[in-house]
């Protein structure tokens, strides 16, 4: 199951950005969604994720409430909104599924390689 994440970009130090995932040929409503990134030189990291209801989220604890992640599953699009965006935040950001389950940490402790990972989106912040 492979997803597109799109909408990445430059962006000032303390912008926003609002990222997309979607998927082609497949409904999302039957999976859990997660976002992750990968900045240069360093390991794939959880982000976010939601439940495929919608119903719960989960963060990784250093994103400090700067990131929100949302889904509309009439439009098959789950959402990334960053704000208060730092250099540090420059990175390949990647959505993945997982077999929908009300658990909503597991794609914060599932082995990366299990998952499926399709093209990711750059966002790139200037300092």
């Known amino acids: 199951v492979q997803l597109q994440a799109s909408g990445g970009g430059l962006v000032p130090a303390g912008g926003s950005l609002q990222l997309s995932c979607t998927a082609s040929?497949?409904?999302?409503?039957?999976?859990?969604i997660g976002w992750f990134r990968q900045a240069p030189g360093k390991e794939r990291e959880f982000l976010a994720t939601?439940?495929?209801?919608?119903?719960?989220?989960y963060y990784a604890d250093s994103l400090q409430d700067r990131f929100t992640i949302s889904r509309d599953n009439a439009k098959n699009t789950v959402y990334l909104q960053m704000a208060n965006l730092k250099p540090e935040d420059t990175a390949v950001y990647y959505c993945?599924?997982?077999?929908?389950?009300?658990?909503?940490?597991?794609?914060?402790?599932?082995?990366?390689?299990?998952?499926?990972w399709g093209q990711g989106t750059q966002v790139t912040v200037s300092s």
């Open positions: 040929g497949f409904s999302l409503d039957y999976y859990n």
């Open positions: 939601i439940t495929w209801s919608g119903s719960s989220t």
């Open positions: 993945a599924a997982y077999e929908a389950t009300n658990d909503v940490k597991v794609m914060s402790r599932v082995p990366l390689f299990t998952l499926d």
